[in-house]
Nanobody, 124 residues
Framework: QVRVVESGGGLVQSGGSLRLSCAAS????????VGWFRQAPGEDRKFVAR????????DYADSAEGRFTISRDNAKSTVYLQMNKVKPEDAATYYC?????????????????WGQGTQVTVST
């Protein structure tokens, strides 16, 4: 059975750092592009970052560029999101998604598999 499980969320102080993990099972992660999305209460799910399948290329939302880093470790079937210089507006539930394509997408509807999310809370 396909599983995508996020972890690493929690409370972080504004300006601090946090690393989220996305563990995949039931499929070969290196065949998939992977994206991170986030959703705050009352808001739509928004694109954060993606890592491509065939090469180590990445793409970031403007809100994440320069502060967040997405990476993958296919041997561990895990994708990470390193969050630095966290801002209050980064508070949300973060979701990992996998797509059986070369590049993934910035659009949530195009992904095949989703995790249940991990919550990030930012203190000020």
């Amino acid at each position: 059975q396909v599983r995508v499980v996020e972890s690493g969320g929690g409370l972080v102080q504004s300006g601090g750092s946090l690393r989220l993990s996305c563990a995949a099972s039931g499929f070969t992660l290196d065949w998939y592009a992977v994206g991170w999305f986030r959703q705050a209460p009352g808001e739509d799910r928004k694109f954060v970052a993606r890592v491509f399948r065939d090469y180590d290329s990445t793409d970031y939302a403007d809100s994440a560029e320069g502060r967040f880093t997405i990476s993958r470790d296919n041997a561990k079937s895990t994708v990470y999101l390193q969050m630095n210089k966290v801002k209050p507006e980064d508070a949300a539930t973060y979701y990992c998604a996998a797509q059986n394509s070369a590049f993934g997408s910035r659009f949530a509807t195009e992904y095949h598999y989703w995790g249940q999310g991990t919550q990030v809370t930012v203190s000020t």
